[in-house]
């Protein structure tokens, strides 16, 4: 059974950072890319990174702020977020990908963001 188990949501000042963190269960990571969305209610679904055997890539509204990261061996998935904002504010979702671009084929529960003094 495929499962994408988000962790590391949490309230952080702007200009703060966080790490949310995706534990991979039930298929073999090194064949897929594996990324994050975001979804405020009300917004569409946003990309906010991916990460293949050879690539990584990011929103322009993310970069050089956030940086993702993969660790096979633990089945393991990371976003580092550093410089919060409040426009940062969302339920992210970390999602396995055929390719990166492509839709999710399966995605996890989410973890609440909140940017806020």
């Known amino acids: 059974q495929v499962q994408l188990v988000e962790s590391g949501g949490d309230l952080v000042q702007p200009g703060g950072s966080l790490r949310l963190s995706c534990a991979v269960s039930?298929?073999?990571?090194?064949?897929?890319?594996i990324g994050w969305f975001r979804q405020v209610p009300g917004k569409e679904r946003e990309g906010v990174s991916c990460i293949s055997s050879s690539d990584t890539s990011y929103a322009e509204s993310v970069k050089g702020r956030f940086t993702i990261s993969r660790n096979n061996r633990k089945k393991m998935v990371y976003l580092q977020m550093n410089s919060l904002e409040p426009e940062d504010t969302a339920v992210y979702y970390c999602?396995?990908?055929?390719?990166?671009?492509?839709?999710?084929?399966?995605w996890g529960q989410g973890t609440q963001v909140t940017v806020s003094l």
């Open positions: 999602a396995a990908y055929v390719a990166c671009g492509s839709g999710p084929v399966a």
């Open positions: 039930g298929f073999t990571l090194d064949y897929y890319a």
